[in-house]
């Protein structure tokens, strides 16, 4: 079975072709950043504009990249991203994915963007077996997931505030990094010292699985100000800050393990590329004998394949005669789908 999957919840375009026995055939992507860099975050109208110009030419693209047979369907049903994200910004995917699968005589499924997040490590490992905790950190998004099965997911916590790519994001922003500052705040904070600024453990003190990240934040900003802004400074503010947040988040991991008894842990979205978060997940994990999952780093940001991939499990579940064409929606809790 073959889809194809669509994102365009938010900057990015995102079109592949996942095979059930090939694995991805196809992907491409194209980034918004520079178009949203001058303004300092996504300008939701352009973003929609955008995706109306990119998207059609990226699925021509991968589909010309998969050989079919004539006369028959490239694919046997086309997945697109449903929501949470910029309903625009979502309508593009939707409406292309939508009229391509009733033009095919196809399948439309639409698909949770945080399910997709949540499934694309196996797009790279062996199947984890059921149940694990999955944590999820994007640029919308922080969350601690207890999975039971594929489509079952109960949150055990989440952000109160900020997400935690936001919190990267707004971080890099006060310290006059550009625009997506997370990635680059990443990249600074390997010239840095993570110990020279002790910055707050955000609710790592108090029960629970929430999170909070914009203490932290203005913890940064008050360092920062009071700072000679050197940038040694900035590096090692971007160390310490880098290091609060693994820290908390690794906290957190190992809390939702002991509560649950689960052996595995995913981990997933944009933040999920971070290479110290990586690092230290991993040793943490090992160390209580847990196995974690990571998708490649391509994959930790928003894709298309993760679209593909979620849409191809849900009809593998539930067969091809049922219905996920979901309208769009902006917000829509993970815990819907179970
Ligand atoms: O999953 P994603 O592409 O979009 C959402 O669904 O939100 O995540 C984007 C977020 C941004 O906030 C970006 O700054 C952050 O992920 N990010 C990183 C890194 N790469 C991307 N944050 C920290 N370290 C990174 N290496
Ligand atoms: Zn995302």
Redesign the pocket.
Known sequence: MRVLGIES??D?TGVAVYDSKQGLMAEELYSQVELHARYGGVVPELASRDHVRKILPLVDKVLRACPCVDGQPPVDAVAYTAGPGLVGALLVGASLARSLAVGWGVPSIGVH?MEG?LLSPMLANEMPGFPLIALLV????TLLVDVQAHGQYRVLGQSLDD?V??A??KTAKLMGLPY????Q??ELAEQGDPTRFDFPRPMVKKPGLDFSFSGLKTSVLLTWQASDQSEQVRADIAASFQQAVVDTLTVKVKRALKATGHKSVMVA???G???RLRAELDATCKAVGVRVFFPPTRL???NGAMIAYAGWLRLKRDGIGSSYDVPVKARWSLEDLS
């Open positions: 919840s938010c990015e963007h997040h994007s640029g919308g998004h997400a790519g936001e990267f994001d997506p500052g997370g990635p705040l990443a979205g944009g933040v590329a971070n290479k930790c940001t928003d």
